[in-house]
């Protein structure tokens, strides 16, 4: 059986009329503590309800199946990227980063002359792991990574140019593609995020590599990027001031939960 960590990034690509929910529950079940820590997690005081979850389809129901699996794969990440060592590295943060850039990524899908051919459960899925090659480098490398990710660090300098510098000029993405190889997941995974530092990259999957250079940017700059909408031409969209008012607000709709969650990674 393939490992349930690429099992549940391809069930992303899936839209929940196709999702088997029944096999879903059967993998995460094989899994003690993800299950106990999820468990948790639909009965904490963001989501409790009137009635206690007490197991994997409980949570499903009280959180719905995209935030389930969102939750399954960060608590599998936590358990199979080892970041003890790594004081500098911070879960909550890293989740927070994600989740946000993910949902700019949906947003965006609605606004986006592309959306047409492009597949919005993949293209989330693709946003949500853009950056696992940085918890490869944590585990392996914690002692480098912890001083790359320390909050005292140089600020003029970048956490994706001091990766650069110490890995031979690759960046997070060249790792997230390894890994996505190492998973066997589709080569839109692979060549998406082995081009996505490309600046003249022009091929098959060019859709998917702007789409998400600009939910990066949107992700970074926040509010900031509402009164930066020409920079935005430059990744391929002409967004107007009222798509990005409309974007961050269904974007920060989305906020508490995702800080929510993000803080019970720690």
Known sequence: MMPLIPQIIRSFAKSDDQ??????VDSVNKEPSVVARLVGYANSAFNRGSREVVSVKDAVIRLGLAQTRGVVL?????????????????????????MMRAQYTKQLLK???????????????LSLVSDLGLLLLVSQYPKELSAVLDVDRDPAVSISQSI????????????????SKFWGLPDSFVSTFSHIDDAKYGGQFVDQVSLLKISNYL???????????ADLVGYGFALSRTDLDNIQYHVNQQRRGIQSMSEYMR
Request: aromatic residues 16%; proline residues 4%; contains cysteine.
């Open 19 to 24: 999702f088997d929910l029944v096999g879903f």
């Open 74 to 98: 960060a608590l599998l990440v936590n358990e199979q990227f080892d970041s003890k060592q790594c004081p500098g590295y911070r879960p909550d943060i890293f989740w927070f980063t994600v």
């Open 111 to 125: 606004y986006s002359p592309a959306k047409s051919k492009l597949d919005g459960e993949h293209m989330y899925c």
């Open 164 to 179: 650069r510098e110490l890995f031979d000029g690759h960046g997070i993405h060249f790792f997230t593609a390894q890994l």
């Open 219 to 229: 992700q970074k700059q926040g509010e900031d990027a509402i009164e930066a909408s």
